[in-house]
C-alpha cells in the first residue's frame, strides 16, 4: 500500500506539488491523469526515489521511505522511452538486473523465459530491439521491470508512442498482466480513455494538487468540480454559462443567452440565483423529433462513427456535442431541436466547485 502524506515538492522558489494526500491499496492499479505539466510524472519519479521530496511522507507498506534510496525501494519502474539496450537480445534485456545480481545463468534463463511467457515474447528472446515492433519493445521494457518480482510498478506514460492500434492491444495485456502478477500498479497518463478503461482508482491532478480520486465511474457521474466532469470523458462534458432564478420552492430556472431554458430540482442542494455553469453529457442531449424541444441550434459538424454519430451544434463561441444512437439525416447549416435530461445537469459556480449534482447516476 501506498500512502502520500502532504507531500510537497518545490524546484526554487516555484512549489509544483502542493500537498498531496493520496492513498493507493495494495493490488489496485491506480492512474495519475491530468494535463500536461500537472505534475503526474513528477509525482510517479518521487515515488521511484528519482526525486527527492521536501515536505511530507512517503509510506510503502508501513514505513516510510523519503530517504530510502531508489535500488532499495523494491520498486520496478517502466518509462515511456523503452530504453532497451540496442546490442543485447530480448532475453538479455530481460535478464540484465539478475545478471548484475550474479544469478546462476541457469536461474537467469528459467525466469526469462518464465516471464517472455507471460508477455508472449517467447518467440523474439534470440532477436535485437532493432528487429521489433513498438509494441513488443514496450512489452520487452515491462518484462525488465516484472522479472524483479516488484511489489510495486509503477508506468510513466508508456503506450504514448504507440499507434492507436496498439495502445487498445497493450491496454488490454497489461490489466491482463496486472490481474496475473497481482501487484500494485501505478500508472500516469494524459490520455484519459487510458485511466477510464484500465483503472480501479483515477487520481485526476490538476496544476500540482488532486482535484478528485476515486473509481472511474464515480469521477465520471459524480464529479467534486468542473475541471474533473470536463477532464473526464470522451468526447468532454458540455459546460454552458447559464442565469440561474428559482421561480419557486425547490426549483432552479436554467436560462442561457442563447434560448436554452431549463427547469432543474435543486438535487438536494439549494442553488442560488446569478452566474452558473450548466455541465451536460453528450448522451444526456436527445433531439427532439416533434420540435418540441428545450432549445434550438444549428448544426456545424456531424460525425458519423457508424454505432454512434456525434453532432456539433450551437456555434464557435459555445459549441455543444449531441451523441445520437446510429445515424442521422441531418447535415451541417441544419436546425435542430433538443431537449435535455435534467436529472442529469450539473451546476458549477464561477469558481468551478460543484453546486447541483446530477441526480441520474
Known amino acids: 500500500m501506498i500512502n502520500l502524506r502532504n507531500v510537497r515538492k518545490f524546484y526554487g522558489a516555484l512549489e509544483v506539488i502542493k500537498g498531496v494526500d493520496i492513498i493507493v491499496e495494495d493490488g489496485e492499479f491506480a492512474v495519475f491523469v491530468g494535463p500536461s505539466g500537472c505534475g503526474k510524472s513528477t509525482l510517479l519519479r518521487m515515488i521511484a526515489g528519482l526525486e527527492g521530496i521536501d515536505d511530507g511522507d512517503l509510506i510503502l507498506n508501513g514505513k516510510r521511505i523519503n530517504d530510502v534510496p531508489p535500488d532499495k525501494r523494491g520498486i520496478a519502474m517502466v518509462f515511456q522511452s523503452y530504453a532497451l539496450y540496442p546490442h543485447m537480445t530480448v532475453a538479455e534485456n530481460i535478464g540484465f538486473s539478475l545478471s548484475l545480481k550474479k544469478v546462476p545463468e541457469a536461474e537467469i534463463r528459467r525466469q526469462v523465459e518464465a516471464v517472455a511467457e507471460i508477455l508472449q515474447l517467447t518467440d523474439y528472446l534470440d532477436r535485437r530491439p532493432a528487429a521489433l515492433s513498438g509494441g513488443q519493445r514496450q512489452r520487452v521494457a515491462i518484462g525488465r521491470a516484472i522479472i524483479k518480482k516488484p511489489s510495486l510498478i ?89 442565469i440561474i432564478t428559482r421561480p419557486s420552492a425547490g426549483k432552479a430556472h436554467a436560462q442561457s443567452p442563447f434560448g436554452l431554458s431549463l427547469d432543474l430540482p435543486d438535487a ?28 434550438s441550434a444549428e448544426v456545424i459538424i ?60
Do not use: W
Open 302 to 361: 456531424v460525425e458519423r462513427l457508424g454505432v454512434e454519430t456525434y453532432m456539433t451544434v450551437g456555434s464557435q463561441e459555445q459549441p455543444i456535442v449531441v451523441r445520437a444512437e446510429g445515424d442521422i439525416a441531418l447535415r451541417p447549416g441544419d436546425r435542430v431541436s433538443l431537449t435535455a435530461d435534467t436529472t442529469a445537469c450539473h451546476l458549477f459556480d464561477s469558481t468551478g466547485r460543484l453546486i447541483r449534482p446530477a441526480q441520474a447516476s
Open 268 to 295: 438536494g442542494a439549494v442553488v442560488p440565483q446569478g452566474e452558473a455553469t450548466l455541465g451536460i453529457r453528450p448522451e444526456h442531449l436527445k433531439i427532439a423529433t416533434d420540435g418540441q424541444g428545450d432549445f
Open 154 to 242: 509503477l508506468f510513466d506514460e508508456p503506450l504514448s508512442n504507440l499507434d492507436s492500434a496498439l495502445r487498445v492491444q497493450m491496454r488490454a495485456e497489461l490489466q491482463r498482466l496486472h490481474r496475473e502478477l497481482k501487484a500494485t500498479v501505478v500508472y500516469v497518463t494524459h490520455d484519459q480513455v487510458e485511466a477510464m478503461t484500465m483503472a480501479d482508482r483515477i487520481v485526476v491532478l490538476n496544476k500540482g494538487v488532486v482535484a478528485q480520486q476515486g473509481a472511474p465511474m464515480t469521477l465520471y457521474h459524480q464529479p467534486d468540480n468542473e475541471f474533473v466532469a470536463t477532464f473526464i470523458g470522451s468526447p468532454k462534458m458540455n459546460t454552458i454559462p447559464v
